[in-house]
């Protein structure tokens, strides 16, 4: 039985985390955390668990969450995560942090994208990306894991076979991506009040998104060429979902048969993606732990298409994957549904 505990129990992905480990009979979920002083019953915050989860969300220290637990999740917000998980670390625990806080490799690269100094600044450079379609091997041993942001992994899920081929040019690539709202999380903001963002589709954070040091750090080690994407996310009327649709440019020419073969190979024997033929769509992955991809020309122009749900394959779908591979569970253990 492996114990495990939840941190930002209250947030949306953490109510993907307990549902999917709720699956896994091998799995005891001890400990959920939340600042709140009233110590809430998970089933008050998350109806939906009402009589599947008896325990309440507690403030407790890292000490108090490692003589629980062998595992944590950690579903903070940035900055709020970094500043836990040493102490998780010290104390014994595996982690798996599904916030940014590890996930660059430059402590100057961080502070540049998310204007605060990082407190943990060795840990950087060293801790496994956990995208376990580029990098199973080194997920099994690691003692803590930065879980993918969800555009980033719908990005680079979609782009990683052509980077590895060298069959699209390294720079001027387009990313349009659009996600639901429950990306932006469960804390109240002015965007996210449904008549600011209902009806309206609006992008954001042009030319400033924190994910894009992120995919072009990651597409860079994966293509060994100096990645540079032009990255535009848009806020979509929708719960949840993300649609990247993608403009790369080919390095030579090459049929949409051919690369679809690239991508079948590229991603055998990895059971979460699926390449598909027709242009994927957000409807077809809600509530799954898939990542459909496929392609298509306008005249020359290849364009790549990838979807997701920001919640499970971009948050807690994936962080299970590499929970499952560090736990020596089989990487689908309660993603299948
Ligand atoms: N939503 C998504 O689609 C994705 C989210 N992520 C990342 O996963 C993590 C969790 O996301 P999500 O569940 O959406 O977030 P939420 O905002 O829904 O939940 C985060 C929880 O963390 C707790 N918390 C603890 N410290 C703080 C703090 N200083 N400021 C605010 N909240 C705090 C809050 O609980 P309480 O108030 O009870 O203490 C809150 O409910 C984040 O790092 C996010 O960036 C990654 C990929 C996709
Ligand atoms: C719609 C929306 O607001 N989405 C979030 C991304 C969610 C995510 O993946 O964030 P992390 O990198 O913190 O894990 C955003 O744009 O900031």
Redesign the pocket.
């Known amino acids: 039985m492996t114990k495990v505990a939840i941190m930002?129990a209250?947030?949306?992905?953490?109510l993907e985390l307990i549902k999917i480990l709720l699956r896994n009979s091998d799995v005891e979920i001890v400990a959920l955390t939340?600042?709140?002083e009233e110590a809430p019953h998970i089933s008050e915050i998350h109806p939906c668990l009402e009589g599947r989860l008896d325990l309440r969300?507690e403030a407790l220290t890292s000490a108090e969450i490692a003589d629980r637990a062998d595992f944590v999740f950690c579903?903070?917000?940035?900055v709020?995560?970094m500043e836990v998980i040493p102490d998780l670390l010290a104390d014994g625990c595996r982690v798996v942090d599904?916030?940014?806080d590890y996930r660059l490799s430059d402590p100057a690269v961080y502070e540049k994208w998310y204007h605060h100094v990082h407190i943990d600044p060795t840990r950087l450079g060293s801790t496994v990306y956990g995208l376990p379609e580029l990098w199973a091997d080194k997920i099994p041993s690691a003692d803590l894991i930065a879980n993918p942001?969800?555009y980033t992994s719908t990005a680079i899920l979609g782009l990683a076979p052509l980077m590895a081929e060298g069959l699209v040019e390294p720079t001027g690539i387009i990313i349009d991506a659009k996600s639901g709202v429950?990306?932006a999380?469960?804390?109240p903001k002015l965007g996210t009040l449904y008549p600011e963002c209902n009806e309206s589709i609006t992008a954001y954070g042009v030319g400033t998104h924190r994910h894009t040091p992120e995919i072009e750090e990651v597409l860079t080690t994966v293509g060994g060429k100096d990645v540079k994407v032009t990255f535009t996310p848009h806020l979509t009327p929708m719960n949840r979902g993300i649609l990247a649709t993608m403009y790369p440019r080919l390095t030579k020419a090459i049929s949409r048969d051919a690369l679809l073969d690239v991508y079948r190979s590229f991603y055998q024997g990895k059971p979460f993606v699926r390449v598909i033929d027709r242009i994927p769509a957000t409807k077809n992955v809600a509530g799954t732990n898939y990542c459909d991809i496929s392609v298509q020309f306008a005249g020359d122009q290849l364009i790549v298409f990838s979807a997701t749900d920001?919640?499970i394959k971009?948050?807690a779908g994936v962080a299970i994957q590499n929970f499952n591979l560090m736990a020596g569970y089989p990487e689908t253990a309660g993603l299948i549904v």
């Open positions: 930002g209250t947030g949306y992905a953490a939340s600042r709140s969300c579903a903070l917000p940035h709020a995560s599904l916030s940014a942001g969800c429950s990306g999380g469960r804390n920001n919640l971009g948050a």
